[in-house]
């Protein structure tokens, strides 16, 4: 069955420093793949997303994510955190055989930054 | 910039009473979903909309759950007879192409008593 796998529930880093959030899935093929942020009290904003080509993607808010095929996974990354990327991180693939529309999602990465 | 909105923000309902979630998708998109988290749980989609029609829907979406296009500019979610485990944060969203680039509102929290 599809999967989307963040290992990580709860993450803290400093403000300044690097940040790699984690998300493997199980698909059976190459998929489309999305990072989504959820900041406190908003809905799910789309950080960036990876669909064909280069392997290293440029999102929003100075992101960035890697598409590893042989490890099936697709991590996020910041090369310094601001104190405002406190938020929570979700990894999402589209069901496979259904509508791109249709995510799975991980069950996020809730990061917290200290000053 | 365009956003999606979604009202009502909380409503709170006693079991078995009907429900109506609104959402006005951003004005150009042409692909609707709804989605839901569960307290502490995955966000989970239930289904998707497209030229005025069901195009997929999930298990959770059972016979108790209906959306509609009404006007031509909200999109709504109805839940005719709610349970306790209907209680969650709905989030509507849309999209301009079918691509999985999708725009979310900030959610109905949903509490049934």
């Known amino acids: 069955a599809q999967s989307v796998t963040q290992p990580d529930i709860h993450i803290t880093v400093s403000e300044g420093a690097s940040l790699e959030l984690r998300c493997n899935y199980s698909?059976?093929?190459?998929?489309?793949l999305f990072w989504y942020v959820q900041s406190p009290g908003q809905g799910l904003q789309l950080l960036l997303k990876?669909?064909?080509?280069?392997?290293l993607v440029q999102g929003i808010k100075g992101f960035e994510a890697e598409f590893k095929r042989s490890q099936s996974s697709f991590n996020l990354r910041k090369p310094s955190v601001h104190w405002s990327d406190a938020a929570e991180y979700f990894c999402a693939v589209p069901v496979r055989g259904g509508s791109q529309g249709n995510l799975i999602f991980g069950k996020g990465t809730k990061l917290s930054v200290k000053p | 910039e365009p956003e999606v909105t979604q009202t009502p923000s909380h409503q709170v309902t006693q079991m078995g009473q009907e429900v109506i979630l609104r959402c006005v998708p951003i004005?150009?998109?042409?692909?609707f979903y709804w989605y839901r988290q569960i307290l502490g749980q995955k966000v989970e989609f239930l289904v998707s909309f497209y030229n005025n029609e069901i195009s997929e829907k999930s298990e959770i979406f059972d016979d108790q759950f209906s959306v509609e296009r009404p006007d031509g500019s909200n999109f709504t979610l109805k839940i005719r007879s709610t349970k306790l485990e209907d209680s969650a944060m709905y989030f509507c969203a849309s999209s301009v192409h079918n691509t999985g680039e999708l725009f979310f509102g900030e959610g109905s929290r949903l509490t049934v008593l």
């Open positions: 004005s150009n998109h042409l692909y």
């Open positions: 698909y059976g093929a190459t998929p489309y």
């Open positions: 990876y669909f064909s080509g280069d392997t």
